[in-house]
């Protein structure tokens, strides 16, 4: 047990001398290269800077974690229009939709809309519009995901009709 002990130990202690430098090359016809091994004797090993997954220009901006409740109050993502059981006179096939959250959206998410709950094109704004809508009821929902489709957050399902 003792020899297994020390052995994690070892093994914890190096872990950090096995990074590897990274070493920018160009060729004479200047494709450019990234590669762990060195290619000359004077090649200097590139700065890299620390990765920053989610940046922001202000401090007020919410994050939200990836435990985070679906209905935290924080986000409030909701549907501001049509209101729930609203009945809505249009002279064409279009209704607007709008949505509201108390953050930021970062950038990079993404806003799937589910009309009578089929998915629509993922959109990055807060207004939309939903077009080719018979008369008649409909319902409507939508959800905040990641761009690789995880759900950040979804509002409450509506119904309204069209006339």
Same mark, same amino acid.
């Given at each position: 047990?003792?020899?297994?002990?020390?052995?994690?130990? @070892? @093994?914890?202690? #190096?872990?950090?001398?096995?990074?590897?430098?990274?070493?920018?090359?160009?060729?004479?016809?200047?494709?450019?290269?990234?590669?762990?091994?060195?290619? #000359?004797?004077?090649?200097?090993?590139?700065?890299?800077? !620390?990765?920053?997954?989610? &940046? #922001?220009?202000?401090?007020?901006?919410a994050v939200v974690?990836?435990?985070?409740?679906?209905? /935290?109050?924080?986000?409030?993502?909701?549907?501001? /229009?049509? !209101?729930? !059981?609203?009945?809505?006179?249009?002279? &064409?096939?279009?209704? &607007?939709? #709008?949505?509201?959250?108390?953050?930021?959206?970062?950038?990079?998410?993404?806003?799937?809309?589910?009309?009578?709950?089929?998915?629509?094109?993922?959109?990055?704004?807060?207004?939309?519009?939903?077009?080719?809508?018979?008369? &008649? !009821?409909?319902?409507?929902?939508?959800?905040?995901? +990641?761009? /690789?489709?995880?759900v950040l957050a979804? +509002?409450?399902?509506?119904?309204f009709f069209k006339?």
């Amino acid at each position: 047990m003792r020899y297994l002990i020390i052995l994690f130990a @070892l @093994l914890v202690i #190096s872990l950090p001398l096995a990074a590897q430098p990274i070493y920018k090359v160009v060729d004479e016809h200047g494709n450019v290269t990234y590669t762990d091994q060195k290619p #000359s004797d004077d090649a200097r090993p590139m700065d890299l800077p !620390e990765i920053n997954v989610l &940046g #922001s220009d202000t401090d007020d901006v919410a994050v939200v974690e990836p435990d985070q409740a679906l209905d /935290s109050p924080g986000l409030n993502f909701r549907i501001l /229009s049509p !209101e729930n !059981e609203e009945r809505i006179i249009t002279d &064409g096939d279009t209704v &607007g939709i #709008s949505l509201g959250s108390d953050i930021q959206i970062p950038p990079t998410a993404m806003i799937v809309l589910y009309v009578n709950e089929i998915a629509q094109a993922p959109i990055q704004s807060m207004d939309a519009q939903i077009e080719s809508l018979d008369p &008649g !009821e409909h319902s409507f929902r939508a959800e905040l995901q +990641t761009s /690789s489709g995880r759900v950040l957050a979804e +509002t409450e399902t509506i119904t309204f009709f069209k006339e």
